[in-house]
């Protein structure tokens, strides 16, 4: 039988992206050699020093190639001297929104030996989801400023939600939730202070709840929320949010579950009419770039999300897997109190996905 074959765009990115993005390949050919699938990869220089050199992060006609991969592998973008609102505007921005990747995605789950901030939690206790709104809501481009420099002047932002919007990002999330034991989702909101829009998500999202009635709900304001990530992370499953709600609970979610170093994401158009996009939530950590320290288990683990979405779910399940064993036993990076490059974690990963161990 003819193997079966995903078109990936990669893009190294800048800093610590060209370090860990090859041993995220690494794994992931490794999963395809056991698994039955090949991966046919096309990499772009898209970068600040791509910047640097041509004045734009990448070509103008950019997301034309990039829209023929069936998924989008990236590392991180941004370094110093370039201003960070240039790359991200230049490159991440235009991605996320050209292919209506409007559920953003990250797994907080408190891996063996990845250390968390809270006291007395062991792996088990924190297995959550975040799904945050990526397109509308808090983030949008209306509004504006008048009687500039006077004593009347005035700046407004509206927000906006949609049903269209609202429904799709909270029908994922349930629809996430079936695929879990737990199958339950937690809606974020704030309807007692913001008095039109937040009422209005409550709505849609009790909708949602009628049209999956074998899903547990539950909603709390942001702010309480907030306190019960960090004091009952063990109450969660899948977390829908808003934008805005969703870029605060999708950084202190990964926080709570311990190392940057090792979260991923996933930036996903469900309907498949574009391509998706995975990365790890650290940025190109200046820092420590050009070392290789770095540890490559956030970039190998958004490969694993990376597979799921292509249907490559046992591949997916054992890179997870292989991982946990590999935070348990070692090798570790400095982040996580080791002393191993970024290329012996990675192979020690994919030997063991190639293992099937
Ligand atoms: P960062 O995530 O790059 O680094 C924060 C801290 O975490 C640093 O001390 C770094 O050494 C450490 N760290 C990050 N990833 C690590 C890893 N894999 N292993 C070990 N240690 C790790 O965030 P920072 O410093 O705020 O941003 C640096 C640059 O990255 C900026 O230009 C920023 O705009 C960009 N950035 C890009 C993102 C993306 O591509 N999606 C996301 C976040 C930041
Ligand atoms: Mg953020």
Not at 181 to 199: D, H, L, Q
Not at 231 to 241: G, I, L, R, S, T
Not at 291 to 296: R, Y
Request: aromatic share 8%; proline share 6%.
């Amino acid at each position: 039988a003819a193997l079966r074959t995903h078109r990936i765009a990669v893009i190294p990115g800048d800093g610590i992206g060209r370090e860990v993005v090859p041993e995220g390949l690494r794994v992931l050919e490794a999963a395809g050699r056991r698994f039955g699938f090949t991966l046919a990869c096309t990499e772009y220089d898209w970068s600040c020093d791509r910047y640097l050199k041509t004045g734009a992060m990448m070509p103008e006609d950019g997301l034309d190639r990039l829209a023929e991969a069936d998924a989008i592998f990236l590392g991180a973008v941004g370094w110093p001297g370039v201003p960070d609102h240039v790359s991200l505007w230049g490159l991440l921005i235009p991605i996320r929104r050209g292919f209506d990747q409007y559920a953003n995605i990250r797994p907080c789950r408190l891996m063996p030996g990845a250390r968390t901030p809270l006291a007395g939690r062991a792996p088990g206790d924190i297995d959550f989801i975040v799904v945050r709104e990526n397109t509308e809501g808090e983030y949008s481009s209306s509004g504006g400023r008048m009687f500039a420099g006077t004593e009347r002047e005035f700046v407004t932002q509206q927000s906006v939600f949609t049903r269209i919007g609202c429904d799709r990002i909270i029908d994922y999330a349930f629809r996430l939730a079936m695929t879990r034991p737990r199958r339950k989702v937690t809606s974020a909101t704030k309807s007692n202070g913001i008095t039109f829009t937040m009422p209005y998500w409550d709505e849609r999202f009790a909708e949602a709840a009628k049209r999956h009635p074998g899903v547990a709900t539950d909603q709390f304001h942001i702010d309480i929320l907030c306190a019960h990530f960090v004091q009952h992370p063990d109450w969660f499953d899948v977390v829908v949010a808003s934008n805005l709600f969703g870029d605060i609970l999708s950084d202190l979610g990964p926080a709570v579950a311990g190392s940057i170093g090792i979260a991923p994401s996933a930036n996903i158009n469900p309907e498949r009419k574009h391509p998706s996009m995975f990365e790890p939530v650290h940025g190109s950590a200046p820092d420590i770039a050009g070392k290789g320290i770095a540890n490559p288990i956030g970039q190998i683990w958004s490969g694993a999300l990376m597979l799921e979405h292509l249907g490559e779910t046992a591949a997916a399940a054992a890179i997870v897997s292989a991982i946990e064993t590999v935070l348990e036993h070692g090798p570790r990076t400095r982040d996580l109190g080791g002393q191993a490059g970024s290329a012996e974690v990675g192979r020690a990963i994919a030997e063991l996905v190639a293992e099937g161990a």
